[in-house]
């Protein structure tokens, strides 16, 4: 089991140097040669059919959010192998070939799916995202697989919204659906890979938890050193306010306790839970107290109502009894999230 709040607090809090691009290889901008062995590091290439040259505007924000996205993946596991590679201490359990070849094959996996994404984007005459600096807050490879695990999942989650977002544009937009598709199976080798290195079962369930752009976009967000972005405010997208789970929950029925960054009283939220494809699970909060600007509260976890093994996402949404029939409508009312809650 392991449990984890938007902040990862749980993941280690010593944050290195910021990342910085371009990588060694130039990435973002290859030359022929270079793009060449990412191809080949990668084991494909490009898509080489012919790309979009329309697209609507929420097929542009797709795009853009899944290129922030990517940039960010690029240089968190560019800088885990070369915290393996370098011997930095807590990273001794990644000393191993095997594991050193696969995450940096990832590493040029992802450098394509950067390419396409803003290749698409500019095949069309859109705005490219430009990568930006980042923060990690991991000090030892157990912790930083782990984390890998939670973004790829909270990844998983969203990449289905933006198929459904270019099926429902169609046009140009419709041979996207099935690029996306297969980037959501390599997506998911990758988090059995990071589950199977924490010796939990490959796979974590039937049906994986869905997700919002808004909470993927909020997910990244903690990792980028504020003002390093040259144009990510494009997607128009906004990152909530932190909800951190400060327990631990498992895979029973148990309370637990939040905190946020701000007022909140039971009689104005609610903390609504997304797992799986279920409908949302909305529980009351109670036990409100405030010291300073820290709300504390606590909250049901009911997991054996039908919650997936694997990651669970809470968002603390305005308004006392509120329901939801969708993530989307989660989103839409959240004041704080999400807590990322990976239980096995």
Same mark, same amino acid.
């Given at each position: 089991?392991?449990?984890?709040?938007?902040?990862?607090?749980?993941?280690?809090?010593?944050?290195?140097?910021?990342?910085?691009?371009?990588?060694?290889?130039?990435?973002? =901008?290859? =030359?022929?040669?270079?793009?060449?062995?990412? #191809?080949?590091?990668?084991?494909?290439?490009? +898509?080489?059919?012919?790309?979009?040259?329309?697209?609507?505007? =929420?097929?542009?924000?797709?795009?853009?959010?899944?290129?922030?996205?990517?940039?960010?993946?690029? @240089?968190?596991?560019?800088?885990?192998? !070369?915290?393996?590679? $370098?011997?930095?201490?807590?990273?001794?359990?990644?000393?191993?070939?095997?594991?050193?070849?696969?995450?940096? %094959?990832?590493?040029?996996?992802?450098?394509? !799916?950067?390419?396409?994404?803003?290749?698409?984007?500019? &095949?069309?005459?859109?705005?490219?995202?430009?990568?930006?600096?980042?923060?990690?807050?991991?000090?030892?490879?157990? $912790?930083?697989?782990?984390?890998?695990?939670?973004?790829?999942?909270?990844?998983?989650?969203?990449? +289905?919204?933006?198929?459904?977002?270019? *099926?429902?544009?169609?046009?140009?937009?419709?041979?996207?659906?099935?690029?996306?598709? &297969?980037?959501?199976?390599?997506?998911?080798?990758? $988090?059995?890979?990071?589950?199977?290195?924490?010796?939990?079962?490959?796979?974590?369930? +039937?049906?994986?938890?869905?997700?919002?752009?808004?909470?993927? #976009?909020?997910?990244? %967000?903690?990792?980028?050193?504020?003002? %390093?972005?040259?144009?990510?405010?494009?997607?128009?997208?906004?990152?909530?306010?932190?909800?951190?789970?400060? &327990?631990?929950?498992?895979?029973? =029925?148990?309370?637990?306790?939040?905190?946020?960054?701000?007022?909140? $009283?039971?009689?104005?939220?609610?903390?609504?839970?997304?797992?799986?494809?279920?409908?949302?699970?909305?529980?009351?909060?109670?036990?409100?107290?405030?010291?300073?600007?820290?709300?504390?509260?606590?909250?049901?976890?009911?997991?054996? &109502?039908?919650?997936?093994?694997?990651?669970?996402?809470? *968002?603390?949404?305005?308004?006392?009894?509120?329901?939801?029939? %969708?993530?989307?409508?989660?989103?839409?009312?959240?004041?704080?999230?999400? @807590?990322?809650?990976?239980?096995?």
């Amino acid at each position: 089991m392991r449990s984890s709040s938007l902040l990862l607090a749980s993941a280690g809090l010593a944050a290195a140097a910021p990342f910085s691009y371009p990588l060694a290889n130039g990435f973002p =901008n290859l =030359n022929s040669t270079e793009l060449e062995l990412v #191809y080949k590091l990668a084991g494909g290439t490009l +898509p080489n059919g012919a790309l979009p040259s329309t697209l609507k505007p =929420n097929g542009v924000q797709a795009l853009q959010l899944i290129a922030a996205n990517e940039l960010f993946e690029v @240089a968190y596991f560019t800088e885990l192998v !070369h915290n393996i590679t $370098s011997k930095v201490r807590g990273y001794s359990d990644g000393h191993h070939q095997y594991i050193i070849d696969t995450l940096t %094959s990832v590493i040029n996996q992802e450098e394509v !799916h950067v390419l396409a994404a803003n290749g698409v984007l500019a &095949s069309a005459n859109k705005t490219t995202i430009q990568p930006c600096q980042y923060d990690f807050p991991v000090t030892d490879f157990r $912790s930083a697989i782990a984390l890998a695990q939670t973004f790829t999942d909270v990844v998983l989650g969203v990449l +289905p919204v933006a198929q459904g977002l270019f *099926a429902a544009d169609g046009g140009d937009e419709n041979a996207l659906v099935p690029i996306i598709g &297969s980037i959501i199976g390599q997506e998911g080798e990758q $988090s059995g890979y990071y589950r199977f290195l924490q010796k939990k079962v490959a796979s974590a369930a +039937p049906l994986l938890t869905g997700g919002a752009p808004q909470f993927a #976009y909020t997910a990244i %967000s903690q990792f980028i050193v504020p003002g %390093s972005c040259p144009n990510i405010e494009v997607i128009g997208l906004k990152a909530f306010p932190a909800l951190t789970l400060e &327990s631990t929950p498992r895979a029973n =029925n148990s309370v637990q306790t939040f905190s946020v960054p701000g007022a909140v $009283s039971a009689a104005n939220a609610t903390l609504v839970y997304i797992s799986g494809q279920n409908l949302p699970v909305s529980v009351p909060i109670s036990n409100v107290t405030m010291a300073g600007n820290k709300t504390t509260f606590a909250a049901s976890f009911p997991y054996q &109502s039908g919650f997936d093994r694997g990651l669970t996402l809470g *968002a603390l949404v305005a308004g006392a009894n509120k329901m939801f029939n %969708s993530t989307a409508d989660v989103a839409a009312s959240t004041l704080f999230g999400p @807590a990322l809650i990976e239980v096995d």
